[in-house]
């Protein structure tokens, strides 16, 4: 039985690829992916040559699908990969795997780097619950809508956003709460890595560079001494 292994790849750092990751894209026969000409440069860099490669994007996937299917269906074993982090997470991915799996086929996931757990370990947060929501939406009326929901629920919630609209998204955080602290994430694992802490109004004014990949966990409210008191009992 064929099957279709989803690899987690590097954020940004090469050498964050996992062994089994490496071993996996070894041995499949074809490597379906995001951007063909993003894949072929990290295996480049891991000296994996000779593999046929497939696009599998937003744009292409229900279509795609079938021909990993039909490939599949021929005896071949396939990996996916996105560009950067675990496939299906504010990737393309998931239409493919559901796909796969109603075609009868075994989907094993080769875990690995994900942006929103990489944030999450240098943020400091000690609760056991949040919020991924990914990317907002690049209309303004939606994304502060959504921005407030989030927030009225007092848990943390992680946002991902581009460099043309980190600011705003920073700007409509401190308009609807100026008082909940924040951990800022920008080009993490690359040369450039940053990390920003405060509330919005303090990373607005910190953020100098507006470049790169930007990833956002916004915190619970602080909690008085009473309260974790309370808990503990």
């Known amino acids: 039985m064929?099957?279709?292994?989803?690899?987690?790849?590097?954020?940004?750092?090469?050498?964050?690829?996992?062994?089994?990751a490496i071993k996996t894209l070894k041995e499949v026969d074809v490597i379906a992916c995001e951007d063909t000409r993003h894949t072929q440069t990290m295996l480049t860099h891991l000296e994996i040559t000779?593999?046929?490669l497939i696009a599998c994007h937003a744009h292409n996937e229900a279509a795609s699908s079938q021909g990993i299917i039909n490939l599949m269906e021929?005896?071949?074993?396939?990996?996916?990969?996105?560009?950067?982090?675990?496939?299906?997470?504010?990737?393309?991915?998931s239409r493919l795997v559901r796909a796969v799996r109603e075609a009868g086929f075994?989907?094993?996931?080769?875990?690995?780097?994900?942006?929103?757990?990489?944030?999450?370990?240098?943020s400091g947060l000690a609760g056991k619950t949040f919020t991924f929501e990914g990317f907002l939406s690049p209309k303004s009326g939606r994304r502060k809508s959504r921005l407030k929901e989030l927030l009225d629920r007092n848990e943390a919630f992680i946002v991902y956003?581009?460099?043309?609209?980190?600011?705003?998204?920073?700007?409509?955080?401190?308009?609807?709460?100026?008082?909940?602290?924040?951990?800022?994430?920008?080009?993490?694992t690359k040369a450039f890595e940053?990390?920003?802490?405060?509330?919005?109004?303090?990373?607005?004014?910190?953020?100098?560079?507006?470049?790169g990949e930007f990833a956002l966990v916004v915190l619970p409210p602080e909690r008085n001494t009473s309260e974790e008191e309370e808990d503990e009992e």
């Open 2 to 20: 064929s099957t279709l292994y989803i690899v987690a790849t590097p954020i940004g750092n090469l050498d964050d690829i996992s062994l089994r």
């Open 50 to 52: 000779g593999k046929r």
């Open 74 to 93: 021929q005896g071949l074993n396939v990996a996916y990969c996105s560009d950067a982090g675990t496939p299906g997470v504010s990737d393309p991915g």
């Open 106 to 122: 075994t989907v094993v996931p080769i875990p690995g780097a994900s942006a929103s757990v990489t944030l999450i370990s240098a």
């Open 161 to 188: 956003e581009s460099p043309f609209r980190i600011l705003k998204t920073l700007g409509e955080l401190q308009a609807l709460d100026d008082t909940r602290k924040l951990v800022l994430g920008r080009e993490m």
């Open 194 to 211: 940053q990390f920003i802490c405060g509330t919005p109004s303090e990373v607005i004014s910190q953020l100098k560079v507006v470049k």
